[in-house]
């Protein structure tokens, strides 16, 4: 029976990664298919204890102790690819048939100013997606963006495709919004793509309308970006916020779920998104989502017309938009019917059904 092989350059506890490798494993874990999936990552800065059945060892595997010649050329390697991975060389050893799944790639410009360690990784990432081109019998890709990224790349086997979340993340959580003033949530990691700072300052202007007002940014503190953090942290003593601002860093998903029913409103503020999987989350919550219509965030294309987007994201209006639809029931409601809407024209399961479609011509799985 054939084995599948996921591998990517980082994996962490509660990361969208992480998330996505689950999800496919579990979509692909059927009779006559793959019996169990292997983790492996570059960078697994705490080994995380997986309880999904079908994960080998209940983990994810670091690379340096993975030998990829011990698999046969019967099984399959699906590689993540979102930053240099410094892989080329054990991806070439693998027997079996090679996928890629291509997350995006941050511009490493907004690094610069903070680390040039990190934008220097996002470049060489770049750069190894150029190289990998002839590794891969096709690549999937989740929005425009990133098949963009692809097809400049070189790659011409292209799929875009729905994330292949995990079944139990996509069960609909809505629940009442909490009473009392607004509770503004923002995911994702503490890096200057994210573009926080104007959240900030709305939480400033919105204050002065809701005077219990407050925002909780929920995301890894990454190593190497804290003068960044700090940029976030002096804005917030400036604006006499810091008590009201929440810096949750990485939580469980316990918590997680604690601070989606705390909030009331969902904002996405990021100037480049591959993707963004918590547009979604927010949708599955019945949280009213505004985000920033950049043209380098697939926040637009995630959302496909459920959601306000706003260009550019002015803190002043943003905070009475937000109290717009905080004090009427009609817009909210509007709002979020759009959204179920939008969630349940998802398929999930289209990068596991094509990669099936793929290996079935050469006996890789039985029908």
């Excluded at 109290?323 to 509007?334: A, F, G, K, P, Y």
């Amino acid at each position: 029976m054939p084995r599948l092989v996921q591998l990517s350059p980082g994996a962490a506890p509660h990361d969208a990664t992480l998330s996505l490798m689950l999800g496919l494993a579990e979509r692909l874990r059927r009779p006559g298919g793959f019996s169990s999936c292997d983790l492996i990552a570059r960078f697994v800065p705490t080994l995380p204890r997986i309880k999904q059945p079908g994960i080998r060892g209940s983990t994810v595997h670091r690379l340096e102790s993975t030998d990829l010649r011990k698999y046969s050329a019967d099984d399959v390697l699906v590689y993540h690819h979102g930053i240099a991975s410094d892989a080329e060389a054990h991806l070439r050893l693998f027997p079996g048939r090679k996928f890629l799944v291509h997350h995006g790639i941050t511009p490493p410009r907004f690094f610069v100013p903070y680390n040039l360690t990190i934008a220097g990784r996002l470049e060489r990432g770049r750069r190894e997606l150029q190289r990998f081109t002839p590794l891969f019998e096709r690549a999937y890709c989740f929005s425009e963006i990133t098949e963009a990224e692809l097809r400049e790349a070189g790659y011409l086997n292209v799929r875009k495709v729905d994330p292949p979340l995990p079944m139990q993340s996509l069960q609909h959580r809505g629940s009442q919004i909490p009473a009392g003033d607004p509770v503004i949530l923002s995911v994702g990691r503490m890096v200057p793509n994210k573009n926080h700072e104007p959240l900030i300052r709305m939480l400033h202007y919105l204050r002065g309308l809701h005077s219990n007002a407050r925002l909780i940014l929920t995301g890894s503190l990454r190593n190497g970006l804290d003068s960044y953090t700090r940029h976030l942290q002096d804005l917030c003593r400036a604006l006499r916020l810091q008590d009201v601002v929440e810096f949750s860093g990485l939580v469980d998903n316990k918590r997680m779920e604690e601070l989606w029913q705390q909030s009331t409103h969902y904002v996405c503020s990021s100037l480049h998104e591959g993707y963004c999987l918590p547009l979604i989350e927010s949708m599955l919550r019945d949280r009213p989502v505004i985000y920033l219509n950049s043209s380098e965030s697939a926040a637009r294309e995630t959302t496909d017309g459920a959601g306000i987007g706003l260009y550019p994201l002015e803190p002043r209006l943003l905070a009475e938009l937000i109290s717009e639809i905080h004090t009427n029931d009609t817009l909210r409601t509007s709002i979020v019917q759009g959204q179920r809407a939008r969630v349940e024209k998802m398929r999930c399961d289209a990068l596991a059904e094509d990669l099936i479609d793929q290996l079935a011509p050469m006996g890789g799985l039985d029908d």
